[in-house]
Structures are given as C-alpha cells and as structure tokens.
C-alpha cells in the first residue's frame, strides 16, 4: 500500500514570494491533515480536512496561508506571501478513520521550505 | 487548549541500554501515538495507544488514561533508534508534545 505522498521535499524562496505544497493521501483515507514543523519543535496542526470539507483551521494564518482538498483525495497549501518566520517543514497527514478523532495518523516524508 | 509534555527533553545512552520516555497530558483524550522521527525528518509510527499496553519487538508502550500519561520503552537500544520521540494526543484536535531527543552512542 503506497503511503501519503508529498512534493516538493525542498523549496527554497525569497520573503514575500509564494509557495505551492501538494499532498496525496492513503487511499481511501476520509482524514488529510497539515502540519507545520519548526526545528526543535513538535507538529503544530494548521488545518485538519474531513474529505474535503475543513475540520478545523484555527491555527491557519489565514492571511497569507491557504489549503483546499478537491474531490477529497488529493490537497494542496499554499504561503502567499512568504515571511521568514515561515521556514520549517510542512508535514502532510492522513488517517482512516472518519470520526477523525480517533484514527491512526500516517506521515508523508514533508517539504521543507527554506525563506530568505 | 490540551498540554503536552514530554520528559526528558534530551537523553544519551551507550548501546545496549534500556530507556524510558514519559508522556504527559492535562485532560482526558480520545487517541495517543507514539512517532519516532529519523535524522530525515519522517514521522514514523511506532504505537496508536489510547490505553493499554502494546509491545512491538524492543519497543513497548503502556497508557493509563485515567493517570493522563503515557510511557515509551526501549530496551537494548541501538544506534538506529537515535532521533526525536514524539507523543500526540488527540482531543477534538491533534496535540504534540516538543519531543524526547534520544542519542544511542555505540
């Protein structure tokens, strides 16, 4: 079974240019989540997707981040535009269990973006 | 919003050695895993724990809900499980801890 596939693995950027990040989950998982991780830190959530509809965002800096999931599988973020402060490694999660709660997470490999 | 933390932050250990990480919670949560992220940065799963004990070779994990903590063990450690050890814990929304870094010296 493939597991939650992510791209790009690097990107590096100039401040105040945008950035595209593209996860696909495990097949048939209903739960996709993003994560932002900054060195020396736990995943911090930034927007949880019950198939494609938002969970949860409340951590989402919504002025300049945003993240859609079309038909339910596949999801992109997007940093627009990028601040220093954004530099970390964007982790894609997803997970089976359509209660959301309660389900096992699985990681994809993350894109870490570097902003100068 | 939940807290989360994990002791020790750091821990050094020869080879061979056994270790215990802990994993504390401030309220009642509806799922706990255990991750170990390699030098890479991959977030591998290790234990889905809500309570109860598992083991899974040298690696077991028991939580009691009801004390809100969570334990990790590692017995016989080896060079390959060096990285961060991370807990979460879901409560309505997923939390982590800052991680346990663990450095096993040959």
């Known amino acids: 079974e493939a597991g939650v596939a992510q791209s790009p693995r690097y990107k590096i950027i100039e401040k105040r240019q945008s950035v595209a990040f593209w996860c696909n989950p495990i097949?048939?998982?209903?739960?996709l989540y993003w994560y932002q991780q900054i060195l020396g830190q736990g995943p911090k959530l930034l927007i949880q997707?019950?198939?494609?509809?938002?969970?949860?965002d409340s951590q989402l800096p919504k002025d300049r981040f945003s993240a859609e999931r079309l038909k339910g599988v596949d999801s992109t973020l997007k940093i627009q535009p990028a601040k220093l402060e954004d530099s970390a490694v964007y982790l894609c999660?997803?997970?089976?269990?359509?209660?959301?709660?309660?389900?096992?997470?699985?990681f994809g490999e993350g894109s870490r973006l570097t902003v100068l | 919003g939940i807290q989360v933390e994990q002791s020790p932050p750091d821990l050094i250990l020869q080879e061979g050695a056994n270790s215990t990480l802990r994993c504390n919670f401030s309220?009642?949560?509806?799922?706990l895993q255990w991750f170990h992220q390699n030098p890479w940065g991959q977030l591998i799963n290790l234990f889905y724990?809500?309570?109860g004990t598992k083991q899974n070779g040298r690696l077991s994990a028991t939580t009691v809900a009801t004390e809100r903590y969570s334990l990790l063990y590692i017995s016989s450690s080896q060079t390959t499980d060096s990285g961060v050890y991370f807990c979460?814990?879901?409560?309505?929304?997923?939390?982590f801890g800052d991680g346990t870094t663990l450095t096993v010296k040959p």
């Open positions: 999660a997803s997970s089976l269990d359509r209660l959301a709660d309660t389900g096992e997470l699985f």
């Open positions: 097949s048939g998982h209903a739960t």
């Open positions: 997707f019950q198939n494609n509809g938002v969970v949860d």
């Open positions: 309220d009642s949560v509806n799922n």
């Open positions: 724990i809500p309570s």
């Open positions: 979460a814990v879901w409560a309505g929304k997923s939390t």
